[in-house]
T-cell receptor, first 115, second 114 residues
Framework: GAGVSQSPSNKVTEKGKDVELRCDPISGHTALYWYRQSLGQGLEFLIYFQGNSAPDKSGLPSDRFSAERTGGSVSTLTIQRTQQEDSAVYLCASSLGGRVIETQYFGPGTRLLVL | AQSVSQHNHHVILSEAASLELGCNYS??????LFWYVQYPGQHLQLLLKYFSGDPLVKGIKGFEAEFIKSKFSFNLRKPSVQWSDTAEYFCAVPAGGSQGNLIFGKGTKLSVKP
């Protein structure tokens, strides 16, 4: 079946602009995760959704970052007033119910470059 | 706080060599451990996971990992690597609580020379 998809695959933006990154999880998966992968930092957790609710936003690095999920499906990660340090690959993952034992299925990522 | 460390940043091996990648964790609760792999140009995917029972866990493509509680380790092994094993390998632990978000190690890049 279809896996997790993300769009765009690449995004180049100028410092100070806003960007929106989209994630389509596997159908039927209630849990959705956003991570960021950057050089030297590895993979960092950003935010977790269970259905449309975000019980854990602890990983969002600043108030410029926000995310929402609608219809228990598609999620959008928005970065306002982008900075060069926001350059990274943004990964989305989904799992069936969000339990610890479940496998997370990752998308291909969005590579963001802030000039 | 939970943490995981991978000591090898880049490992270079010839085909047929044996592989062991180190992973150490610091975790206060029930131990759940994961290895994920990212092949060049592909998505991050699960290689294997440990939750309970037999501390020797077998995963895909001939990989295995052994949970050693006394050493806080979960090293990844493969007796004979192939060129197609060239990838980046990540060890991970749950962040805590009942939800599934993970804390990842910084990754080990494996290059296998044909």
């Amino acid at each position: 079946g279809a896996g997790v998809s993300q769009s765009p695959s690449n995004k180049v933006t100028e410092k100070g602009k806003d960007v929106e990154l989209r994630c389509d999880p596997i159908s039927g998966h209630t849990a959705l995760y956003w991570y960021r992968q950057s050089l030297g930092q590895g993979l960092e957790f950003l935010i977790y959704f269970q259905g449309n609710s975000a019980p854990d936003k602890s990983g969002l690095p600043s108030d410029r970052f926000s995310a929402e999920r609608t219809g228990g499906s598609v999620s959008t990660l928005t970065i306002q007033r982008t900075q060069q340090e926001d350059s990274a690959v943004y990964l989305c993952a989904s799992s069936l119910g969000g339990r610890v034992i479940e496998t997370q299925y990752f998308g291909p990522g969005t590579r963001l470059l802030v000039l | 706080a939970q943490s995981v460390s991978q000591h090898n940043h880049h490992v270079i091996l010839s085909e047929a060599a044996s592989l062991e990648l180190g992973c150490n964790y610091s975790y206060g609760g029930t131990v759940n451990l994961f290895w994920y792999v990212q092949y060049p140009g592909q998505h991050l995917q699960l290689l294997l996971k440990y939750f309970s029972g037999d501390p020797l866990v077998k995963g895909i493509k001939g990989f295995e990992a052994e949970f050693i509680k006394s050493k806080f380790s979960f090293n990844l092994r493969k007796p004979s690597v192939q060129w197609s094993d060239t990838a980046e390998y990540f060890c991970a632990v749950p962040a805590g609580g009942s939800q599934g978000n993970l804390i990842f190690g910084k990754g080990t890049k494996l290059s296998v020379k044909p």
